[in-house]
C-alpha cells in the first residue's frame, strides 16, 4: 500500500522510512535496542535528521504492534478489510439498509477472523497475545471499518497504540431509522407511542453505561501510554547515560596507563640517578687518587733531580 503523505527517495538516499516501517513490525521488547541501533548507525553516517527522526519512534504497544503485523503480513487481506469499511460507511450515508445488513454480517465474520490471524502472526514470532491484548486488536479493526481517520491510521502501518472504536457503529442510526419507519406503518400510533418513551429511555441508559465505559477506557489507555511513553524517555535517558558512563571509564583507563607508565619511567629515572651518582662519586675519588700519586711522582722527580745534579758537580 502507499503510503499517506509519502514521499520518493531520491537515488541513494538512505530510507530512513524502510527502517521506521521495519521498527513498527519489530516485536516490543526488541523495539528500544533496535531504535537505538537504528539511530546510532543514522548518527555515525552523518545523517543527524534521520537519528532524530528514529529516536523519536515510540515503542508499540503489543496489540498495536500486531495489527501493524497483520498489515504487513496480509497485505491482501488487509486491501479488502479497508475496502470493506469504506463500503459500510458508504451504506450508512446513502441510508441503504440492505447493504448495511450485509455488510454488517462480513464485519463481524471479518473482524474475528483477522483478529484470529493476527494472535497467530504474533504466537508465530514467539510473542503471545493476551485475551486482552487479542480484544485490544478486534477494537482496533472495528475502528478501522467506523472510522476513515482509524483506517488511515492503521494504513500507514505505525500505530504506537489500539485504536477506539465509536460506541455506536455509524451503520446504527441507519438500520434504527429504517425499522421504525416500518414499524409506524404497520402498528398503530397509539400502542407506538406507548411503547416509545419506554424503549427511549432503556437506549438512553445503555448509552450511558457504554459511555461511562468507553470514558474509562479511554482514561485507563490515556494512562497507560502515558506510562509507556514515560518508561521510553527513561530507557532512552538510562542509554545515555550508560554511554556517557562508558566513555568516562574508558578515559579514566586511559589516564591510569599514562600514570602508570610514567611512574615506570620516574622509577626507571631514578634508578638511573642513583647509578650515575654512584659512578660519578667513584669517578671523583679515582680523580683524588691520581691527584696524589701525580704530586708524589713529581716531588719525587724533584728531588732525583737535584740528587743528580749534586753528583755531577762533585764529578767535575
Known sequence: MQRKGGRRRNAGEPDVEAVLDELYATPPPDFVSRREERAAAARTAGRAQDARRIRAARRPTRAAWAANLLLRSRPEESRRFLELGQALREAHRTLDAAGLKELSAQRRSVVSALSRQAAQLAGETGHQLSEAARQEVESTLRAVLADPDAADRWA?????????????????????????????????????????????????????????RQEELTRAQE??????????????????????LRRAHDAHDRAQQQVTGAEQQLRSAQAELEHTERERLEAEERDRAAGDALAGAEREARETARHRERLTARVR
Not at 455506536?168 to 406503518?185: I, K, Q
Not at 542509554?239 to 556517557?244: F, G, P, R, S
Open 156 to 212: 500507514e502501518g505505525r500505530l504506537e497504540n489500539s485504536l477506539t472504536p465509536p460506541s455506536e457503529f455509524p451503520a446504527g442510526p441507519a438500520v434504527t431509522l429504517r425499522a421504525a419507519d416500518s414499524s409506524s406503518a404497520r402498528q398503530p400510533s397509539r400502542p407506538a407511542a406507548k411503547r416509545a418513551p419506554a424503549d427511549t429511555r432503556a437506549k438512553d441508559e445503555l448509552a450511558e453505561r457504554r459511555r461511562k
Open 223 to 244: 494512562a497507560a501510554e502515558a506510562a509507556e511513553r514515560r518508561a521510553d524517555e527513561l530507557r532512552a535517558a538510562r542509554t545515555d547515560t550508560e554511554e556517557a
